[in-house]
């Protein structure tokens, strides 16, 4: 279902979601001090980061050296919030990307089958049913935008 990477997640997204693990972990386990991994983030990942995210958006009040990991300010929490939303969005098309379409919306039409069975029918006012449902899933999951006639073919449904 996945294709052959031709390329790899970006490295300042990895260390934007280790940074966000790392402060989260020394949050619910209340260490009372950082661990050496997140010193180490925050001293060689910490500026590089600040400059990347600035470059991308705003994210005013996030100080990714800073050592007060512990307290949050109502604006950091919001950027803190923009941050988790933008690391996300970023692996979703990372994976969307990497994904084979054909392989998509046949699990995808596997899956409506299994919760509508009536949809196994034979005849095209079902058949264009079923495509239909797909294609909306395909979009709705995935932002797939593929056209009719294409999922009726990998789906083998004449409409």
Sequence with gaps: ??????????SNLIRTVKYLRLRRNHIIHAASELTAEFVKTLKYDGPALQKHLEAKTTIPAVDFSSEAVRTFTADETISLIKLVRICVEEIDNFLAGELEVEQVL????????????????KGPAIAARRVRKVKKRAFELYA?????????HVLGVAI
């Design 1 to 10: 279902m996945v294709k052959e990477a031709n390329k790899a997640i970006e």
């Design 144 to 152: 797939l935008r593929a056209k009719t006639m294409e999922v009726a």
């Design 106 to 121: 046949k699990l995808l039409e596997q899956d409506l089958l299994d919760r509508h069975p009536e949809l196994k029918a």
